[in-house]
């Protein structure tokens, strides 16, 4: 599942929680999620003190998915894995 990330840029929004109160700092960060005939873009949630993604292009790691006392596969709190760098070959 290839996900591009096109800016560092990350929004931070101040809120409060409607159980505590409390105030609390929503961080995300916009992604594309690349499918075979689509492309999304998608908010991703920063976790507290986690920096933004750099620019490039990830995969949703694996620990990002879970599996339910029912047997469904479900997506917990995403976590991106940097895909490697393609050296470009030179023709010649």
Known sequence: MKILVKSAEVVSVQRTSPTTGKPYVQRTQTALLCGE??????????EEGQ??????????????L???????????????????????????
């Open 37 to 46: 005939e689509e492309i999304k873009r998608f908010q991703l949630r920063l």
């Open 51 to 64: 920096l933004g993604y750099a620019p490039g292009t990830y995969d949703l790691a694996t620990e990002s």
């Open 66 to 92: 879970t599996v339910d006392a029912y047997g469904r596969l479900s997506i917990g709190r995403i976590t991106l894995v940097a895909r490697p760098a393609v050296a470009a070959v030179k023709a010649g």
